[in-house]
C-alpha cells in the first residue's frame, strides 16, 4: 500500500495533534503499516506539556502535499483549514466533529463524524468497533483531547459520551482526571513568550460567513486581564494579518477558563455582525461575553446567522 498520511487542521490544537497520533496507531494496529501522523504547525504549550507528560514525540511538520497523495483527515474536514493542495490529494477518510463546509471528493471515502466533543471521542469507538485493544499512552493521549477540547467538561461542545469515554480512557491510563486536566489546560494558559503575531495564530480558524471570510481566533488564559496588557500590539497583528489575507471579520476571543467567560477583541468593516449577534456595544473594539468558550457552539453560529 502507498504511504497515507494522517493530518488535522492548521494552527494544531490538542485534539488534532493527538488525533492524527492516535489514528496512526490504530491504522497500524489493524494492520496498515504504511501510515504516518503528521502536524501542519507548531504545537501549543498545552499539547506539548502532554506530549512531555507521556514522553511521546510530536508528528512531524508537513509543509506541502503532492497532487493525489494518500490522506486521512482528522478533526476537520473544511478544506480552508486544510494543508495547501487538499483539493487535489486523494481523501481517504475522515474522522471529525465538526460542521461539513467546504469539502469535496471526487470518490468514495470512509466519513465517520458525530455531533461529539472532541475527536477522540469517536476513536475510541473505532477502537471498540475494530476490537482493538487501547494502550495506556494512547489512552492518556487520547483522555488529554477529550479535556482540551471540552474544557474539562465545562463547554457546551461537551456530551455525555465524551464524559463517559474520558473516564474509560482515564482508568487505562491510570490518571486523576480533574488533577491532571487542570494542570494540562493550566500549561495552555502560558503566552508569556508569544508575540502578538504568535498569539493569535495559536488557535486560528477561517471560515465563509455569508460570503464574508471570516477568522475567529482563541486563547486560553486564567487571567484576561494579562492578555489585555499587549492589547495595542495583539490589534496591530489583527489588522497586518487582515490586510495579508483578506479577512473581513476578525474576533480573537480570550477565554477564561477558570470562570468559562470570554473576552472579545473584534475588528474588521463588519462589527455589527458581532453587536447583533451577541447583543453587545463594542467599546475599544471589545466585548465581554459571559459564559462563552465555545468558538463552534457559542461563535461561529451567531456570526453566520448574522452575516
Ligand atoms: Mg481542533
Ligand atoms: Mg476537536
Ligand atoms: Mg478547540
Known sequence: ME???????????????????VM?????????????????????KETEFILNYFKVEA?????????????????????????????????????????????????????YAKPVGCTATILYELYQMNNVEIEP??????LSAI?????????????????????????????????????????GTDLSDFSAEELINIDSKEFDANGLKVQ???????????????KADIENAIRKFMEANSIDLFMLAITDIINSNSQAIVLGNRLDIVEKGFNVKLEDNMAFLPGVVS???QIIPVIKENA
Request: glycine letters at 6%.
Open 3 to 21: 504511504k497515507v498520511f494522517i493530518f488535522g487542521h492548521k494552527s494544531p490544537d490538542t485534539d488534532t495533534i493527538m488525533s492524527s497520533l
Open 24 to 44: 496512526e496507531n490504530l491504522e497500524r494496529k489493524l494492520g496498515n503499516s504504511d501510515v504516518k501522523a503528521y502536524r501542519l504547525g507548531k504545537p501549543n
Open 59 to 111: 508528528p512531524e511538520l508537513l509543509e506541502k502535499i503532492e497532487e493525489k497523495a494518500n490522506v486521512i483527515l482528522v478533526d476537520h474536514n473544511s478544506f480552508a483549514q486544510s494543508i495547501d493542495g487538499i483539493e487535489k490529494a486523494n481523501i481517504l477518510k475522515v474522522i471529525d466533529h465538526h460542521c461539513v463546509s467546504g469539502f469535496e471528493t471526487a470518490t468514495p471515502l470512509f466519513y
Open 137 to 142: 499512552t494512547i489512552a492518556g493521549l487520547m
Open 147 to 187: 479535556i482540551s477540547d471540552t474544557l474539562l467538561f465545562k463547554s457546551p461542545t461537551c456530551t455525555k459520551e465524551d464524559v463517559e469515554v474520558a473516564e474509560k480512557l482515564a482508568k487505562i491510563a491510570n490518571i486523576n482526571i480533574e488533577a491532571y486536566g487542570m494542570d494540562m489546560l493550566k500549561a
Open 216 to 230: 475567529v481566533a482563541q486563547v486560553n488564559t486564567a487571567c484576561i486581564e494579562d492578555v489585555l496588557k499587549g
Open 295 to 297: 468558538r463552534k457552539k
